[in-house]
């Protein structure tokens, strides 16, 4: 059985580096082809990826959010952790880890966590 | 990016009906398509991927369609726990996009 659950603060200042980690069970990014991603959903906006690490340590950001990103596993611990600096309260969304399927869909998702920017 | 536009942004309907949701992509994305179920609070929801091909553990009635720009997700009868918001996204090019969404409401 496959899951996934996101883990940080609900509340973060402007300016400061947002940690989430997903931590997953039911599969291991040691395995040949695993990914594992991060989508966003900003309140009434659509989703929007933001990054994606495989089971070679390869990773990829959304372009707009390239310097901001920093996407790292954890295998022993079956985790993924996502940074993002300089948060600015358009950064307010729900935040979501997802394992990647057979091909570039998302088969499972974490429930989601919601993380608001506000001084 | 290739823009994802889903109709109609909402609908209306009652259980039993049959329900279909269009997506259209800004360029040709084969059949490199996925739709999802969104409810509040839960886990987003692999319904169909590779445009039509159902996800395990999905009920059949639910059915994808379509390539190269224009795709649709049919519910063929609607049942009470289907009422949730869908959304597509193509994973054709990077980054992968989604659609705006399609929240489903009782009538």
């Known amino acids: 059985q496959v899951t996934l659950k996101e883990s940080g603060p609900a509340l973060v200042k402007p300016t400061q580096t947002l940690t989430l980690t997903c931590t997953f069970s039911?599969?291991?990014?040691?395995?040949?082809?695993?990914?594992v991603g991060w989508i966003r959903q900003p309140p009434g906006k659509a989703l929007e990826w933001l990054a994606r690490i495989d089971w070679d340590d390869d990773k990829f950001y959304r372009t707009s959010l390239r310097t901001r990103l920093t996407i790292s596993k954890d295998t022993s611990k079956n985790q993924v952790v996502l940074t993002m600096t300089n948060m600015d309260p358009v950064d307010t969304a729900t935040y979501y880890c997802a394992r990647f399927g057979s091909t570039d869909y998302f088969d499972y998702w974490g429930q989601g966590t919601l993380v608001t920017v506000s001084s | 990016d290739i823009q994802m536009t889903q109709s109609p942004s909402s609908l209306s309907a009652s259980v039993g009906d049959r329900v279909t949701i269009t997506c259209r992509a800004s360029q040709g994305i084969s059949t490199w398509l996925a739709w999802y179920q969104l409810k509040p609070q839960k886990a987003p929801k692999s319904l169909i991927y590779d445009a039509s091909s159902l996800q395990s553990g999905v009920p059949s009635r639910f059915s994808g369609s379509g390539s190269g720009t224009e795709f649709t997700l049919t519910i063929s009868s609607l049942q009470p726990e289907d009422f949730a918001t869908y959304y597509c996204q193509q994973y054709d090019t990077y980054p992968p996009t989604f659609g705006g969404g399609t929240k489903v409401e009782i009538k």
């Open positions: 039911g599969f291991s990014l040691s395995t040949t082809e695993m990914r």
